[in-house]
């Protein structure tokens, strides 16, 4: 629905009648663009906060004078259980009021920030203080602060997040090494898009290690996406697939590479290990760069298109820019 005006709100809040109801205020424009406006939409907002659900302010047009009042209003929403403010980047501010806000919610259950910044520390204080979170979306985030032990700490409690998207934002391989630390403590995973970092030192495996330890046990896994693999990472993937119980349910794959090591040969034979134990796997996406073009001879590819013929469910194959030698063609 749009809101013309404040009054419109008003009328949408008094005809739910008291009842848990979801309030969309996405994309909308003129309601808290100043201070006064801000302060006045929280006040309307505030009398029937107790019995909203689902709350969504994605691209709304929000002022910086605004957010202490709306994070105020926010806190009130004591039964709050989906909480949107993706593209919302004044709202989200650096501020540790979001953290406090967020602290308040004890029943939250999905909570999307994407394209927005965050202040780390506030947001790990927040995570500390509830448990209950089935899904965390942080896509494309700019972050405030270094990582510290309160983010790494809040992240590990949530055993029961099934989705965790954290793709192309803007993170240190520190950053990255708690959520895979953390990610350790959530074996009923579904859904997780995620990133390793970019030009770590040559030797460096630690990473490798983390993803091993962290895929490993995750039977539950529907989807599974990670950007920028390193060349020894495809050995660490294939290890976590067979070295737990597989994942069965999988029916979605997307590894890319690093912009400076393509897909080769080397990777062929780890790939084919994973397609091992993903039985039930619909759609395939293995790419490099856009820059640089995945390169396969008959010394992997043989191995890459014996594995691709043993998915019967496979519905959807995308192999990006791509060379194929003309041994293994047939």
């Not at 999905?110 to 965390?136: F, K, M, N, Y």
């Not at 055993?159 to 350790?184: G, K, M, N, Q």
Request: hydrophobic share 45%.
């Amino acid at each position: 629905k749009t809101f013309a005006d404040l009054g419109d709100v008003q009328a949408a809040l008094q005809a739910a009648g008291g009842r848990m109801v979801p309030l969309d205020l996405s994309r909308t424009s003129g309601l808290a663009d100043t201070a006064e406006r801000a302060g006045e939409l929280a006040a309307r907002i505030k009398l029937t906060a107790p019995t909203l659900t689902s709350l969504s302010m994605s691209k709304a047009d929000v002022a910086d004078a605004a957010s202490q009042a709306l994070f105020q209003m926010i806190a009130a929403c004591s039964k709050l259980e989906h909480l949107d403010l993706r593209e919302n980047r004044q709202l989200c501010g650096g501020s540790s009021e979001l953290g406090a806000a967020l602290s308040a919610l004890t029943c939250l259950r999905v909570l999307d920030l994407g394209g927005t910044t965050i202040e780390l520390h506030a947001l790990g204080v927040a995570l500390q203080r509830t448990s209950a979170l089935q899904c965390l979306r942080l896509k494309r985030v700019r972050l405030t602060s270094s990582p510290s032990k309160a983010f790494e700490q809040g992240l590990s409690r949530q055993a029961s997040l099934s989705e965790l998207d954290f793709r192309r934002s803007c993170a240190d391989a520190p950053v990255l090494r708690s959520i895979w630390r953390a990610l350790s403590c959530m074996p009923y995973m579904r859904r997780l898009r995620l990133r390793l970092p970019i030009n770590l030192p040559a030797g460096d495996t630690q990473f490798d290690d983390l993803m091993r330890k962290a895929l490993c046990d995750m039977p539950f896994l529907e989807h599974l996406e990670i950007d920028y693999i390193m060349e020894s990472s495809w050995a660490a993937i294939a290890g976590s697939a067979r070295g737990g119980s597989g994942w069965p349910c999988l029916t979605f794959l997307g590894l890319e590479a690093q912009p400076d090591t393509p897909l080769t040969d080397a990777a062929c034979q780890p790939i084919a290990h994973v397609l091992a134990c993903t039985p039930s796997l619909r759609s395939l996406t293995l790419r490099s760069d856009l820059d640089a073009s995945s390169r396969f001879s008959a010394a992997g590819g043989i191995a890459l298109w014996s594995a691709l013929g043993q998915l019967s469910q496979l519905e959807t194959l995308e192999l990006g820019a791509c060379e194929i030698g003309a041994e293994c063609t047939e």
